[in-house]
């Protein structure tokens, strides 16, 4: 039998610049790669528990598991593919959104189809292009990174921490100097640059 795969523990914060941080993670680790990508969330007024992301025609969907030591675990709820059928939206996605569900008139959807005739149109919807370029480090023996973000188009920076092992984050967290910083996932950032839900005080 395969190995179970654990969901791995996550935090993640966001600036205008990690400067300091930055030079620490470089000191600690050589950079191990750089990604870059192009993003479609689909964040809900109904929820903050469902990440939905679409990447190259395919749709992924992670559903909030536990938080443990103000870290956060997700868990993959559904991956699909357009063009995607409409029987896959009402009994997979849309629960995932926890909003009303608009009327279908296709049998099937293109992806173009799916944003403009169901999410653009839907008032507790929204499609979010987010732009990606992600150099990859190895603290502490946990996946570590540093971004460059566009949130429809609004620039941020983003460091995250990830690993099963929960005080092995805690402690790349403290050789970052990151401990003072807020634990926001990307759903929540999102909202938060858009408009959707508010700022910290």
Known sequence: ??????????FRTWAK????VE???????ACEGIRESTEI??????NNDNNTKIRDKLMDIKIFVTEKEG????????????????????E??????????????????????????VIDPHQQ??????FKRRFAFTINNCITEIAEIEINGAGLQTV???????PAILKAKDMLSLNEFENVNYLRAIKRVIGMEPLPT
């Open 71 to 90: 870290l956060e675990q997700w868990n993959p709820r559904m991956k699909g593919e357009f063009p995607m059928k409409a029987k896959s939206l009402v």
């Open 160 to 166: 995250a921490v990830e690993s099963v092992d929960v």
């Open 41 to 46: 969330y689909i964040v809900s007024a109904g």
């Open 23 to 29: 030079k620490k993670m470089r000191k600690l680790s």
């Open 92 to 117: 997979e996605v849309f629960p995932a959104f926890e909003v009303e569900m608009p009327n279908l008139e296709r049998e099937e959807y293109t992806l173009d189809q799916y944003l403009s005739e």
């Open 17 to 20: 610049n990690f400067g300091l």
């Open 125 to 130: 919807l929204a499609a979010v292009r987010v």
């Open 1 to 10: 039998m395969a190995e179970e795969i654990k969901p791995r523990f996550e």
